[in-house]
């Protein structure tokens, strides 16, 4: 099937940020008067797999991607100490910061809408508003509903995966076989994956994503395992929406969980959809977020000037 092109113009560079180089492209108007600044998880993907996202600068909007440092294009650091939440935190604003963005909206997905949250609550004058994708605030609770969703599996599937636990070897051709079950109902559910979904699981950044992660999407051993800000949700002041799918590896519990301590945060869940609802759905889903940043948009210029 022939996929749409994808928006022009795009301005791909690269920023220093920490004394490495980081990559970005911006898609759409490079002046336009909002920007959606897009954040991708893993931890250790790359920003390809958010491309359905620039379909947004067709509703005006300059949409800005990165690879977070160690990953994809930026520079492949291997020094464990900047694999923080912090320091992915504080490279989000120092990208905001280098390009120039102002106040953005910003949009996280997966670990990357962990991002996106702390950021809004760390820096509030700093967003606009927040999106969210399969995104969290407790992987323990994440964990929890993983964990459900490989009880739903066949037999012969969990059985293996049982089996590469308890041997530690997650990277036999069978076990490999059983994730991609997992993979295929709870990542992304589309019978081909699309090219840049494949490249950004191809091109994770080992170092990352083993060290903060853990093997597999549903072995998080790594150390992110203990993560959970849900108590501080209620800072929030940005206009929020917490979106995931009816099959998402992050459950749509996780997402409820959200959407319930976020301030009047709207809460969108999409019956066919996985871990990339904005593949998977993609036309509902961006006119989904498209209608919510207008009226995040107009919302604010409603507002008194401070
Ligand atoms: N690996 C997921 C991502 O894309 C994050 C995640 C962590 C998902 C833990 C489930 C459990 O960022």
């Given at each position: 099937m022939a996929r749409e092109p994808w928006p022009e113009p795009t301005v791909e560079g690269s920023a220093?940020?920490?004394?490495?180089?980081?990559?970005?492209?911006?898609?759409?108007?490079p002046n336009a008067p909002a920007t959606v600044l897009c954040i991708h998880g893993g931890p250790g993907a790359t920003h390809d797999y958010l491309r359905p996202l620039a379909d947004l600068a067709r509703s005006g909007y300059r949409v800005v991607f990165f690879d977070q440092l160690g990953c994809g294009r930026s520079t492949r650091i291997t020094d464990t100490a900047l694999f923080t939440v912090e320091h992915h935190l504080s490279e989000v604003d120092a990208l905001r910061r280098s390009l120039d963005l102002g106040r953005v909206h910003l949009f996280g997905s997966s670990y990357?809408?962990?991002?996106?949250?702390?950021?809004?609550?760390?820096?509030?004058?700093?967003?606009?508003?927040?999106?969210?994708?399969?995104?969290?605030a407790s992987i323990p609770l994440t964990v929890a509903e993983e964990r459900k969703w490989i009880d739903e599996l066949p037999a012969s599937v969990r059985a293996t995966l049982r089996r590469g636990e308890e041997e530690g070897d997650f990277d036999s051709p069978e076990y490999r076989a059983a994730m991609m079950e997992f993979y295929r109902r709870h990542v992304c559910r589309l019978p081909v994956w699309p090219e840049e979904v494949q490249y950004s699981f191809d091109q994770m950044s080992e170092p990352v994503y083993r060290y903060m992660n853990g093997p597999n999407e549903f072995t998080?051993?790594?150390?992110?395992?203990?993560?959970?800000?849900?108590?501080?949700?209620?800072?929030?002041?940005?206009?929020?929406l917490v979106t995931?799918?009816?099959?998402?590896?992050?459950?749509?519990?996780?997402?409820?969980?959200?959407?319930?301590?976020?301030?009047?945060?709207?809460?969108?869940?999409?019956n066919a959809s996985s871990h990339m609802p904005f593949w998977e759905e993609r036309a509902l889903y961006l006119a989904r977020v498209t209608e919510?940043?207008?009226?995040?948009?107009?919302?604010?210029?409603?507002?008194?000037?401070l």
């Open positions: 220093a940020i920490a004394g490495h180089s980081m990559y970005y492209r911006i898609c759409g108007d990357g809408g962990a991002l996106a949250l702390r950021y809004a609550i760390d820096h509030p004058a700093a967003v606009r508003s927040v999106v969210t994708a399969g995104g969290l998080i051993v790594g150390t992110i395992r203990d993560l959970d800000f849900s108590d501080r949700l209620r800072e929030i002041r940005a206009p929020t995931g799918g009816r099959y998402d590896e992050v459950s749509p519990t996780v997402a409820r969980a959200i959407a319930a301590r976020v301030p009047n945060a709207e809460l969108a869940i999409f919510f940043l207008r009226r995040a948009d107009a919302a604010r210029s409603l507002r008194p000037p």
